[in-house]
Nanobody, 122 residues
Framework: QVQLVESGGGLVQPGGSLRLSCAASGFTLDYYAIGWFRQAPGKEREGVSCISSSDRSTYYADSVKGRFTISKDNAKNTVYLQMNSLKPEDTAVYYC???????????????WGQGTQVTVSS
């Protein structure tokens, strides 16, 4: 059974850090691009970051560039999103997704996790 499971979300104060994990089962992440998306209440889902399967190129939305870092551990079949200097506007449900290549649009991805809540508040 193909499955992506996110973890690591929670409540953090502004300026704090969290590391999200996206663990895959039923398939190998090695052959997929992995994207992180987020959706805040009343807003559309937006792409945050992506790591390609081939050369491990990484991509970031302008809003998180310099603060977030995406990485992949093939041995653990897991992708991470390290989030530093968090801001209240980063509050959202964060999803990971697997697809053939990185892209900004959700329809490009084949598999999705259930999401993990990130709340940045004092």
């Amino acid at each position: 059974q193909v499955q992506l499971v996110e973890s690591g979300g929670g409540l953090v104060q502004p300026g704090g850090s969290l590391r999200l994990s996206c663990a895959a089962s039923g398939f190998t992440l090695d052959y997929y691009a992995i994207g992180w998306f987020r959706q805040a209440p009343g807003k559309e889902r937006e792409g945050v970051s992506c790591i390609s399967s081939s050369d491990r190129s990484t991509y970031y939305a302008d809003s998180v560039k310099g603060r977030f870092t995406i990485s992949k551990d093939n041995a653990k079949n897991t992708v991470y999103l390290q989030m530093n200097s968090l801001k209240p506007e980063d509050t959202a449900v964060y999803y990971c997704a697997a697809g053939p290549d990185c892209g900004d649009y959700a329809f490009l991805y084949d598999y999705w996790g259930q999401g993990t809540q990130v709340t940045v508040s004092s």
